[in-house]
């Protein structure tokens, strides 16, 4: 059996967190969710879908995520069934969206959009699928690897919707980023830090990595190319170009 103490300990730390799920990080889901609305959205009116289509793309890239995580640490039904203010988001973003109607010309606009939300939505959701993974007591290398994994999803389901190669198998450290700031959790939760601030310092460095890397052009090593890890920045601008 197990020791009162230990047992109490256990309640208290499960006590805070969904204290601390029912706020903060149920705003950082939240905003998550927006910004990866908006990326999905943008993406359906680059790829000209109508407004089913780019409400679907829409709700997929916010959701995807969020649900794989739940259904992986046994959260079932996923939060995005149990609580509308998820779907609703994403119909919103999706909406204002298809009702700005970019034009042909803003095309590249669109596109630093859609590069902009997507990293937002990536540090907002890596840190809180890692916070979430370590509240139902996963250990902290398989909650930075599910926080990983709840950024990427989006994303991923997005492009395959609207038949591109997802970024995270080609494009500038994609799946770096979001380890990265799920790292920055998990090491201020094994340092005793307040939730909120690892939560701001993993975004921020997601986010940073992600920027930095589609300004300068970084990125791992590509099959079939002998070139160092750091690519060009002259292909890394023909890649962010290219329709």
């Known amino acids: 059996m197990i020791p009162t103490s230990s047992a109490e300990q256990v309640l208290q730390t499960l006590a805070g967190f969904k204290a601390y799920a029912a706020g903060t990080l149920l705003v950082l889901e939240l905003a998550g969710t927006f910004v990866f609305a908006l990326s999905g959205a943008a993406a359906g009116v680059k790829h000209r879908l109508d407004l089913f289509g780019v409400l679907v793309v829409s709700c997929a890239t916010a959701t995807a995520g969020g649900i794989t995580r739940d259904v992986l640490i046994g959260a079932v039904p996923p939060a995005v069934l149990r609580d509308w203010r998820y779907l609703g988001i994403s119909v919103v973003a999706g909406l204002m969206v298809f009702l700005s109607r ?65 970024a995270v ?75």
């Not at 959009?113 to 398989?142: H, R």
């Not at 198998?169 to 700031?181: F, Q």
């Open 102 to 166: 970019p034009r042909p010309e803003r095309h590249q606009r669109l596109r630093n959009l859609i590069l902009t939300f997507d990293a937002a939505g990536l540090a907002l959701f890596a840190v809180s699928g890692t916070q979430t993974a370590l509240g139902y007591g996963l250990n902290p290398v398989m909650a930075a690897l599910l926080g990983m994994l709840t950024g990427i999803g989006g994303g991923m389901l997005r492009d395959v919707l609207v038949s591109d190669i997802p």
């Open 169 to 243: 198998l080609h494009s500038d450290l994609y799946a770096v980023a979001a380890l990265a700031g799920a790292l920055i959790v998990v090491a201020g939760h094994v340092l005793n830090a307040p939730p909120a601030v690892s939560a701001l310092a993993g975004a921020a460095v997601c986010f940073g990595i992600r920027v930095v890397a589609l300004w300068r052009g970084w990125r791992l090593p590509t099959a079939g190319e002998g070139k160092n890890a750091v690519g060009s920045a002259d292909d890394a601008g023909a890649r962010r170009d290219s329709p």
